[in-house]
């Protein structure tokens, strides 16, 4: 399978803790996008990198969150100190650049990592 | 700022009844319109790209049309294994975050036998 891959699927933890989640994106693609849904609601943007370059990231993006993508390969995302209200999927996507049409592309999700914190 | 909304929110059909789901979109500048669908407990999957007013894509029993305030997502014939949320999303060119998706809530299918 060659799709977006995303580990853990599953996570609980106590409030306070910290949390990493990993993604690892379809091969060549050098765009990888993190996104939080919770239910009922459509998925919402967190940040965004180019290769490894961090280039956008959400208001939603407080300072307990980070996210890495060394090399401009996997990434992390990691949640410190970890409240109630974290608790959603977290979704990873990734998408190709294609010359003379890079703002034209199809982001392609994983299948989420579930995060519950109690 | 840019604002997604999709109706309804959610659709019960019997198998092959014919409907359309609404996506209303405000944007600065259209970079792209997404149909996206998401089975329970997992993540979207993604469906059709439109780019500009007039634009009409097909897949199987899907057809999503757009123009310049809303598109379209409609269903011929569905059967049960279209049962599904299906999510709208847009790119604005004009916006902070140029290449995020701008997700509506979505509209939640139901086709029964």
């Known amino acids: 399978d060659t799709g977006v891959s995303q580990d853990p699927r599953h996570k609980i933890t106590k409030r306070g803790q910290n949390v990493t989640f990993r993604c690892d994106p379809i091969s060549e693609h050098n765009r990888l996008y993190w996104y939080r849904q919770t239910l009922g609601q459509g998925p919402e943007f967190l940040t965004y990198f180019q290769n490894e370059a961090q280039l956008e990231k959400s208001r939603l993006l407080s300072d307990r969150f980070s996210a890495e993508r060394p090399k401009g390969s996997f990434s992390t995302l990691e949640i410190q100190r970890t409240e109630q209200g974290d608790s959603a999927m977290y979704l990873c996507?990734?998408?190709?650049?294609?010359?003379?049409?890079?703002?034209?592309?199809?982001?392609?999700f994983g299948p989420g990592t579930r995060l519950t914190v109690l | 700022e840019d604002q997604v909304t999709q109706s309804p929110e959610a659709l019960r059909l019997q198998e092959g009844e014919s409907s359309s789901l609404n996506c209303s979109y405000t944007v600065s500048g259209l970079r792209g319109l997404f149909w996206y669908r998401q089975d329970p407990g997992k993540g979207p999957e993604f469906l059709f790209t439109?780019?500009?007013a007039g634009e009409e894509k097909e897949k199987e029993r899907l057809k999503a049309t757009l123009t310049k305030k809303e598109s379209f997502l409609h269903i011929t014939a569905p059967k049960p294994e279209d049962s599904a949320t299906y999510l709208c999303?847009?790119?604005?060119?004009?916006?902070?975050?140029?290449?995020?998706?701008?997700f509506g809530k979505g509209t939640s299918l139901l086709v029964t036998p």
């Open positions: 996507a990734s998408s190709p650049t294609r010359d003379g049409r890079s703002s034209y592309n199809e982001q392609f």
């Open positions: 999303a847009v790119q604005d060119r004009d916006s902070n975050s140029g290449y995020a998706l701008n």
């Open positions: 439109l780019y500009s």
